[in-house]
């Protein structure tokens, strides 16, 4: 994992956040479903390599970023691991999740982080709505599925990045209609290419408020994609 870190740039102590990381994630994953990844190398590359590819794109500097759905915590907390100024908030409907997270930022000494159990359709009508310069999410749902949850949350002049397999252009293209009624316009897609797989980063640029009618409830949301 060390020499995998080495080669991203990361310094020492950075390294080391990230192999304590590691460790939790392998000792907790005995006792719950965190990961199907548990060799270090791929945790390294396909978990904290994979989670650090926005901040090639972007300014992230002392920015606020809420990652929905973050499960075991990617990409948030490589993002914050390795640029320590970003507030981070990390959202999960599983509150085993939260407590792993929870673990995860106190062993790590983490600040401006919060960890907040509950649904983000839900979330997205309460204060944390429109307060994020970004929101970020790796969930498998589908793009118009997705931009329901996560645009609520950014501020106008803001974006929300979904990170994508391969080759999202007809997913992308199934969810501008979706993106538009959010307040979001679809605004690059940048490939992420590794030794061995290739995944996308696509930027949606929150130009005006979300409606006040949106997030759905979630039965709606998947069931009629706007």
Not at 80 to 87: D, G, L, P, S, W
Request: one cysteine or more; hydrophobic letters at 40%; glycine letters at 8%.
């Amino acid at each position: 994992m060390t020499d995998i870190l080495k080669e991203y740039g990361l310094d020492e102590n950075k390294i080391k956040a990230f192999a304590a990381y590691g460790d939790l994630l392998v000792r907790w994953n005995e006792k719950m479903n965190l990961t199907s990844i548990t060799e270090e190398k791929e945790i390294a590359r396909r978990h904290f390599i994979d989670s650090l590819s926005p901040l090639s794109y972007g300014d992230f500097k002392g920015k606020s970023v809420i990652d929905v759905g973050t499960g075991a915590g990617f990409p948030g907390i490589p993002m914050k691991i390795a640029e320590n100024t970003i507030r981070l908030t990390l959202v999960d409907s599983l509150n085993k999740r939260i407590s792993f997270l929870q673990a995860v930022v106190a062993a790590l000494g983490l600040k401006d982080v919060s960890c907040i159990h509950g649904r983000a359709e839900e979330l997205g009508r309460t204060d944390l709505r429109e307060s994020f310069d970004f929101a970020l999410s790796r969930a498998v749902a589908a793009l118009p599925v997705l931009a329901e949850l996560c645009l609520p949350f950014v501020k106008v002049g803001g974006y929300f990045i979904a990170m994508k397999g391969p080759d999202p252009k007809e997913e992308t293209a199934l969810a501008e209609s979706a993106i538009s009624k959010l307040g979001g316009k679809t605004e690059d897609i940048k490939t992420i290419v590794t030794a061995d797989y290739t995944h996308t980063l696509i930027f949606i640029y929150k130009k005006s408020p979300t409606p006040s009618n949106l997030p759905r409830p979630f039965a709606k949301i998947k069931k009629n994609p706007l």
